[in-house]
């Protein structure tokens, strides 16, 4: 029987259960789950090792990688500069990074690029997937490639390239990594425990993975798929585990807790407040969430309907039944929720990798119990 640690009001004692369930139906190592509502904790649960030999606890100083989760991050970092009326999601990527104009780009937007619109999926020609390792080795080639569908037509999950898109309209904008960024006005400010490239120091820290025995259902594959996942090159290789994770690269290579995570998109749901100040207008937030696309993704192997940036529920709900909720999952089953109707933040992280490209039946059951009780 697993200890479970943590604290929920009485009314969610149900998803105690629900969490402990997980546990005892071997579908968990260890795991964290935090329900956030106008900024006080509602639920944080935490249980299970960070290790598979099972010698350290999963405890609240335990970072998780959260893969595709960090994307919601970098999404908010983006608004954060429209906001501050440097950036204007309709203006064309080019005209922030001209190089990025070659091939048939010139007219791809801010938002279509964000919302996985641009047709850079991945990479179909062969390359070193060390180069992944190399920010502007990779910024070059997706500045020179032609798009693999007509930008804006259709969205195609693009699960890292997008990250060095919207990294570097970031940096050309900003002048600072989205790690920095994230760390210097967001991260230190407010206390959050959440990291886009992770310093050595903090290494310690980090849950050791336990991963999934198959691969994820893609569906019918097709060349943006294969380009985007199934190539020997679709993601980086060939250098030790610590330099991948010290790397600030915003689609892919976050580290966080579930209480950072929740009170993060606590305060995206709660009209940008966090601890006493705002990290983005009310205006904003609905213009981040805003549908920029909808309809069967060509990546992934659903219907999907994509802010900018953040992925929305009322498609095909993976988190729960709020139709209005955004946020983002991660590969293994990461997530992080906003539901703005009930000003609540929900995010569940955990070592033990699931293959559900997205809706992992395991946070699904926390926050389907979550919004039972509310």
């Not at 064309?92 to 047709?119: L, M, R």
């Not at 997008?162 to 407010?190: C, H, K, L, N, S």
């Not at 209480?259 to 100040?277: K, T």
């Not at 994509?306 to 983002?328: I, K, L, V, Y």
């Amino acid at each position: 029987m697993v200890e479970i640690h943590g604290s929920a009001q009485a009314r969610f004692a149900t998803v105690k259960d629900v969490f402990a369930a997980n546990f005892e139906a071997d579908e968990e190592l260890g795991a964290r789950f935090t329900v956030v509502q106008g900024g006080e904790v509602l639920v944080d649960l935490w249980a299970g090792h960070a290790d598979r030999k099972r010698t350290h606890a999963f405890d609240t100083r335990t970072l998780a990688p959260i893969f595709s989760t960090t994307k919601a991050m970098a999404a908010l970092l983006i608004a954060r500069l429209v906001d501050q009326g440097k950036l204007d999601y309709r203006q064309t990527v080019a005209s922030v990074w001209p190089e990025f104009g070659q091939a048939g780009k010139d007219a791809i937007t801010v938002e279509q690029a964000i919302s996985h619109q641009a047709g850079l999926s991945g990479f179909p020609e062969e390359m070193d997937p060390v180069t992944w390792f190399d920010w502007d080795a990779i910024c070059a080639k997706l500045a020179a490639m032609a798009p693999m569908w007509p930008p804006g037509t259709a969205s195609g999950y693009h699960p890292i390239t997008v990250g060095y898109i919207v990294g570097e309209i970031f940096r050309r904008v900003d002048g600072r990594t989205m790690g920095q960024a994230f760390r210097d006005d967001i991260a230190g400010p407010f206390g959050l425990d959440l990291w886009m490239g992770l310093p050595e120091s903090e290494f310690g820290r980090v849950a050791e993975l336990q991963r999934p025995n198959g691969l994820p259902d893609f569906g019918e594959v097709n060349e943006p798929t294969r380009a985007a996942f199934l190539v020997p090159w679709s993601a980086a290789a060939g250098r030790p585990q610590a330099e991948w994770r010290a790397l600030p690269i915003p689609s892919t290579n976050g580290h966080a807790t579930a209480e950072g995570l929740a009170r993060l998109m606590g305060a995206l749901a709660d009209d940008g407040w966090l601890e006493g100040g705002q990290i983005l207008s009310p205006a904003l937030i609905a213009e981040a969430a805003r549908e920029r696309i909808r309809g069967q993704d060509l990546v992934l192997p659903f219907v999907m309907s994509w802010g900018a940036g953040f992925m929305r529920n009322e498609t095909e709900h993976p988190w729960g039944p709020a139709d209005q909720s955004f946020g983002h999952s991660g590969w293994g089953g990461s997530c992080a929720v906003a539901d703005p109707e009930r000003r609540l933040g929900l995010a569940y992280v955990m070592n033990k990798q699931g293959t559900a490209l997205m809706g992992d039946p395991r946070p699904k059951r926390l926050i389907e119990a979550a919004y039972a009780a509310l």
